[in-house]
């Protein structure tokens, strides 16, 4: 609505228009002039009054046909109407009505009711514009929770795409931050696990494809649900080899503890796992080593090809652990036992002298975990 409101005065006397100006000037308004319902309907868009004050007789077009075209019009949005005529017949009072007309005020005018009724008219037109503001505004506002909807449910497939082929961890942090800032190389204390299967390669020599691929899956496939269950991040399959380390890209606490409890669990399946694949004359077992210490974490790789992945000695430590470790093993370093503290049952195996490591390394066999 203006600020002064708009009066929009048809009336084809002068002197009718004259005194209504005057009327509403004196409140305040702001008053637009036309001579006949002709003139009305060609300006009334350009001028576009808050109330219009109509007469009925006019020459050509009377009031009540003004009336329905301003009505109909939906251009025009919503402009209250009051009928001030002569004609004070019941009939025409419901002619002006029908016809769409808000208000029916009789002539002679009494300024006091004009006044009332002109503010009445207002009221509801304020009211009818702010509640059309508020609808545009509603309805912005749905656009909007309708395409972060959209994003969110975008956002979601592209990190179910990339964890298809990425660690959870790391896919959702490739997501949420920027190009430059995804995966920055740093250094951190990190729990660093290989497991692999015993008696593999001999298996994958004398087994058909298929039977190596149905073993494959499978064996994934649960390591996976395990890896996921204790929120390690999963670095790489190397054929029958899984690297899972603890503590990156995401903090974690406690990553030692986490990580023998995962390899307790891996080992606890895989052993019904190995009895089923005994049935089926596969001979496979299963070991893990596990280290910790210091790493350097990061994208590796070229351009246009990168993966995360750790390197340092943690790592050399835990895949020669690993490799040491006969069925049903879970090798662990001096470190991690300290860290395990007595929720864990660990024996001693002793030094072992481990390639690429110059001294010997002292290692516990993880019995249970509490």
Known sequence: MHDPPRIMIVDDNETNRCLLIARLGAEGYETIEAENGERALAVVRDVAPDVILLDVMMPKIDGFEVCRRLKGNPALG????????????????????????????????DHAALVARVRSMLRIKELHDRAEAQAVELASWNRMLEQRVADQVAQIERVSRLKRFLSP????????????????SHRRQVTIVFCDLRGFTAFAETAEPEEVSAVMREYHATLGFIVH????????????????IFGDPLPCTDPCARAVQMAVAMRGRLSELSSKWRRQSHELGFGVGIAYGYATLGPIGF?????????????????RLCAEARDGQILIDSKVRAALDSRATAEPVGELTLKGLHRPIAAYNVLEMT
């Open 229 to 244: 269950e204790f929120e390690g991040t999963l670095e790489r399959f190397i054929g029958d080899g899984l690297m899972v």
């Open 78 to 109: 919503f402009v209250p109407i009051i009928m001030v005529t002569a004609r004070a017949d019941s009939r025409d009072v419901v002619t002006g009505l029908n016809a769409g007309a808000d208000e029916y005020l009789t002539k002679p005018i």
């Open 303 to 319: 351009e246009g090809r990168s993966e995360y992945s750790a390197t340092g000695t943690v790592v050399n430590l835990a895949a």
């Open 169 to 184: 961890q790391i896919a959702e942090l490739i997501l949420a931050s920027s190009p430059s800032d995804a995966l920055v």
